[in-house]
């Protein structure tokens, strides 16, 4: 195919839950990339894989990648031989997730994302121009990577994304901050000179930066950045540990001689990441149950978690309170409804107790918007207009939080899921057009 004469300039916003790729042009035109999927063309592709054995000749077992929408329904339809990873941008940074093993081989962390961004290449509705990916692309990265202790952290996790997306054919690679991003995406709106906080929620961090945009003279200039590794996959936890563990055995006791023994808790802190609860479906932790169950004042709670661990149902669970807590947002009550394999549960959650239960979350992001002020010497008052973004945005106590600190009036909003993807593809094209 032939390449036109127009040049396409590439922004990737890696997310945690989802993952968006912009194009933009060289007038500055923005437009996020298309997915199929089967409720029709999607800005977002899902940041999720699935690998699939296949020995149907019974002579030659493979391993089949399925990435995005693919990757849920190859699940759905396979679950029995297939090996669901999500999540996977949250352990970047973390030194004991180096490899996983999956159907009898094993896989690096890099390796992962790479099978990951190969399928996102290879999906996507791309226009009929030739695209060059090792050229310079500008790939996001949040201010504190999930999870990271500090700067050595965070330099671990970039460089392990670089190598991933080295791995995948992306040999040109340029970060730039998610918020600031954002922010470059959000200044098109701008008529007059401004200083704007944008706050990034995401999955797995909450970001911000402070930027001061004049549109007169085009002028740009970044003041602070700050973030901290907690945002909607924290929230989900949360709802997970109040709601989902008490009916799986949490708070119940079991006495294997003459005394009774509390259920160990670590059982369900492994529920905070997916892959840990692979982790919990080993004989040894299976057998552990069994005998709990025998001698349990909730016997039906242990069978329960029992049941799930086997059936390996953690992704039904984590769609369950991921679409528990998007009602949350929408209405002061939900109910939290799985219903799989024998299992059936339908809890009761009102919008009040989700918020206490996330009090302490939220009060920590907050602590990085300070910081990010205290950075750049400002207070609330000296921040012209404050832009959320990111799907976390949508939950209430935070929109209430930041309306109360900075007004009301300064908050704005709008593009949640694609605004990063944008900016970054926006300054894809301005670093290309300013490289010496």
């Given at each position: ?175 730039a901050l998610e918020p600031e991003a954002a922010a470059y995406f959000f ?15 995401g999955g797995g961090t909450s970001d911000f930066s402070i930027v001061k ?224």
């Amino acid at each position: 195919m032939q390449s036109k004469a127009v040049p396409l300039y590439i922004g990737i916003d890696f997310g945690t839950t989802n993952t968006v790729v912009s194009l933009c042009d060289g007038a500055g035109t923005t437009r996020t990339l298309q997915y199929p999927s089967s409720q029709g063309a999607l800005s977002t592709f899902r940041s999720i894989l699935c690998y699939v054995s296949d020995d149907s000749d019974g002579l030659h077992p493979q391993t089949r990648v399925f990435c995005g929408p693919a990757a849920i329904d190859a699940f759905l339809q396979h679950s029995e031989d297939a090996r669901l990873i999500q999540s996977i941008k949250t352990f970047l940074s973390s030194k004991s997730f180096s490899k996983s093993a999956i159907h009898g081989r094993e896989y690096t962390l890099e390796q992962l994302i790479a099978d990951f961004l190969r399928g996102l290449v290879q999906v996507g509705q791309w226009p009929d121009q030739q695209i060059d990916f090792s050229r310079a692309i500008t790939v996001g990265r949040p201010v504190r990577f999930a999870g990271s202790d500090g700067a050595a952290g965070d330099a671990v996790a970039e460089t392990r994304l670089r190598s991933a997306f080295a791995m995948a054919g992306f040999t040109g690679i340029n970060f730039a901050l998610e918020p600031e991003a954002a922010a470059y995406f959000f200044a098109r709106r701008l008529k007059q000179p401004a200083t704007v906080l944008v706050a990034d929620f995401g999955g797995g961090t909450s970001d911000f930066s402070i930027v001061k945009f004049d549109p007169t003279t085009g002028a740009t200039q970044a003041l602070a950045h700050a973030g901290v590794g907690i945002a909607g996959d924290t929230l989900d936890f949360r709802i997970i540990d109040n709601v989902i563990a008490p009916a799986f055995g949490k708070g119940s006791r079991f006495r294997p001689e003459d005394k009774w023994l509390d259920v160990p808790k670590w059982i369900y802190f492994e529920f905070e990441h997916w892959h840990r609860l692979s982790f919990l479906k080993r004989p040894a932790v299976l057998r552990e149950l069994r005998a709990m169950e025998q001698v349990s004042d909730s016997p039906e709670k242990i069978a329960r978690l029992r049941l799930f661990l086997e059936q390996e149902l953690g992704f039904h669970l984590y769609q369950a309170v991921n679409q528990c807590k998007t009602a949350l947002s929408r209405s002061e009550h939900a109910t939290l409804t799985f219903s799989h394999a024998s299992i059936e549960l339908s809890c009761p959650v009102s919008r009040s107790d989700f918020e206490q239960w996330i009090a302490p979350d939220v009060t920590a992001i907050e602590a990085a918007c300070s910081d990010v002020l205290a950075q750049a010497d400002m207070t609330a008052q000296d921040i012209s207009v404050v832009f959320m973004t990111g799907g976390t945005s949508f939950v209430p106590l935070i929109r209430r939080r930041f309306e109360t600190r900075f007004g009301a009036e300064k908050i704005v909003a709008g593009d949640e899921f694609v605004s990063v993807g944008s900016g970054l593809a926006l300054l894809a094209r301005e670093r290309s057009i300013n490289k010496p």
